[in-house]
């Protein structure tokens, strides 16, 4: 993979899952100046530092996050229970690629006023994205990056119809929201850039020249979708084409954690079909996608604990490489303290919504 390919695959990934989860968060119109200064802040104290963690822990094992978690619980002489991440983890990709076809073909289908039921299209979409999945993955992120680029050009010249920027008093509910924007929307915690940036951190000693490009195309990818809506039909169907293709990619990866963990290719493959079709039960979003937001936060969750509490100190300083030791001590006090405590705020304020 080149320098660039994974800062590239987060802006695109990072603005399909956004685009897939916004309806069901209630962002996508909602352009509150003080919603959107909470999900900085949120980029700042969750997801630079977990996006470091997935950095180091890539320098660290070398291999794909499934595979590691088996030699990074070994070195720690820690509990084999520990390693339940890893699986949560790869069960929900496939399940986020159904999440992001499900409620994009639902919105789809409503614009086109096509005359068919939303869970069969969703089921022929799914079909599509499990066939591109064995595409080669750079042909994949090429089609990926197009259908974001020509769908946030569809939306505009179709118009976005986007309310004006404004103020509203601030809300204890919109940190889970920010929160989940800045880690389960930019794809943390899943392994995904650990896995495609496996030989530029073995090429570079500091975590930093991987981490931060990653973390920087997330933040654009937001930005851009701040200023995205769909409210025509042809904007419609250019999403729907990128969601399939972004889809395709996540499985792929799915799939290469599992064949790293030598896991058999029909276990794989049930693993995969069930996690994404699973979304074609009718009526079954509005269950799916509290349960998809607070699922991805529990795996964030559980590295934090896991890397700030149960990892050996040493383990990670030689691969995070910083200048300064300060940065490191800053960067530890996040993920031991800052971070757990920020995702149990934001699960305790997204069931309080949900409530």
């Not at 399909?16 to 909470?38: E, K, T």
């Not at 929900?92 to 939303?118: D, E, H, M, W, Y």
């Not at 607070?294 to 691969?319: D, E, N, P, Q, T």
Request: aromatic letters at 10%; proline letters at 3%; a positive charge.
């Amino acid at each position: 993979m080149s320098r660039w390919l994974s800062p590239l695959m987060a802006f695109c990934l990072s603005f399909m899952i956004i685009a897939g989860l916004a309806p069901s968060l209630g962002i996508q119109l909602d352009r509150q100046i003080d919603f959107w200064i909470l999900w900085l802040v949120s980029m700042l104290i969750l997801a630079l530092p977990i996006t470091y963690l997935e950095v180091a822990l890539a320098k660290r094992s070398k291999t794909t996050a499934l595979n590691a978690l088996s030699s990074l619980t070994r070195d720690a002489d820690a509990s084999q229970s520990w390693r339940i991440v890893g699986w949560l983890a790869v069960v929900f990709i496939p399940f986020l690629a159904g999440g992001i076809l499900s409620n994009i073909s639902q919105s789809a289908v409503q614009f086109a006023q096509l005359p068919v039921a939303t869970n069969i299209a969703f089921v022929g979409v799914a079909v599509v994205a499990f066939a591109l999945s064995f595409v080669p993955r750079q042909i994949l992120i090429a089609l990926t990056a197009l259908g974001v680029v020509l769908s946030l050009v569809v939306a505009n010249v179709f118009g976005t119809n986007l309310q004006a920027w404004h103020v509203t008093p601030v809300e204890f509910s919109e940190w889970g929201k920010a929160s989940i924007l800045a880690l389960v929307a930019t794809g943390l915690g899943l392994g995904l850039y650990w896995q495609t940036s496996l030989l530029n951190t073995q090429q570079h000693n500091e975590a930093s020249k991987t981490a931060l490009p990653i973390w920087v195309a997330q933040i654009l990818a937001v930005i851009a979708f701040g200023f995205f809506a769909v409210s025509a039909q042809i904007p419609a169907y250019t999403l729907l084409f990128t969601a399939i293709v972004s889809a395709a990619l996540l499985l792929q990866l799915a799939k290469e954690q599992l064949a790293q963990r030598q896991t058999s290719i029909v276990i794989q493959f049930v693993v995969l079909l069930a996690a994404l079709l699973v979304w074609a039960i009718p009526n079954i979003s509005t269950i799916f996608n509290p349960l998809l937001m607070l699922w991805g936060l529990v795996i964030c969750l559980i590295y934090a604990i896991f890397v700030g509490w149960i990892m050996k100190i040493s383990h990670l300083r030689k691969a995070m490489n910083f200048s300064s030791e300060a940065f490191y001590n800053i960067w530890r006090i996040a993920v031991r303290i800052v971070i757990p405590l920020a995702i149990i705020l934001a699960i305790v304020a997204y069931i309080g919504q949900l409530i």
